[in-house]
């Protein structure tokens, strides 16, 4: 997400873990509807992230050393950098979760199999 579209690095993770839950519930996209929904539907987003994330720093060589081990299909090169701040929310055998930003963008970034 573009940093111009949110004031704070936070703002753009709120937001950013808004449209997850959106997506993982096939939910439509609808402005009123988000609107109307905001509360409940960050609830619980930041419910289950409070409730089990690790929340640890973790450098920009190291999340793509990361990413790579775990041959994760997602674009990520241009994002994380070595001057990009990265927080590591999830780190598990199945689910790796990764929010970052450098100069030009705020990202989440989630890997997860069922295998």
């Known amino acids: 997400m573009n ?8 703002e753009g993770f709120i937001l950013l873990l808004e449209r997850l839950e959106y997506i993982e519930e096939e939910w439509e996209w609808d402005k009123t509807l988000v609107e109307h929904n905001r509360i409940n539907v960050l609830y619980k987003a ?18 793509v050393k ?13 994002e ?5 701040n990265n927080v590591v929310i999830f780190d598990d055998w199945n689910l790796f979760q990764l929010l970052g ?12 199999t069922t295998a």
């Open 80 to 84: 994380i950098a070595n001057d990009s």
């Open 3 to 10: 940093r111009g579209y949110v004031n704070t690095n936070i």
């Open 66 to 78: 990361k990413m790579n081990e775990m041959n994760a299909d997602i674009e990520f090169e241009h």
């Open 46 to 63: 930041v419910y289950y992230v409070m409730k089990n994330g690790l929340f640890e720093e973790i450098s920009g060589t190291t999340a």
């Open 101 to 112: 930003h450098n100069e030009e963008i705020v990202y989440l970034y989630i890997w997860y």
